[in-house]
């Protein structure tokens, strides 16, 4: 499932960055229960998500991606 591995990277880059759930979703403009989505891999993000997650926590969309 690649939306499972998408969402366990996502949170181990976001828990490195010391970021809390509910400040990352406001970071990237989306609700904590859709973050809460993607992170247990029931949600792929958008390409656009995708950029912004990337932006916010300082890395390639590729490293996110795990491309």
Do not use: C, H, W
């Not at 509910?22 to 229960?33: G, P």
């Amino acid at each position: 499932m690649e939306e499972n591995r998408y969402g366990r990277r996502i949170r181990a880059f976001r828990k490195l960055k010391r970021i809390q759930q509910t400040e990352f979703a406001k970071q990237i403009s989306i609700s904590v229960t859709i973050l809460g989505r993607i992170e247990r891999g029931e949600k792929i993000p958008s390409e656009e998500q995708f950029q912004k997650i990337a932006d916010v926590l300082q890395i390639d969309v590729q490293e996110l991606k795990g491309e």
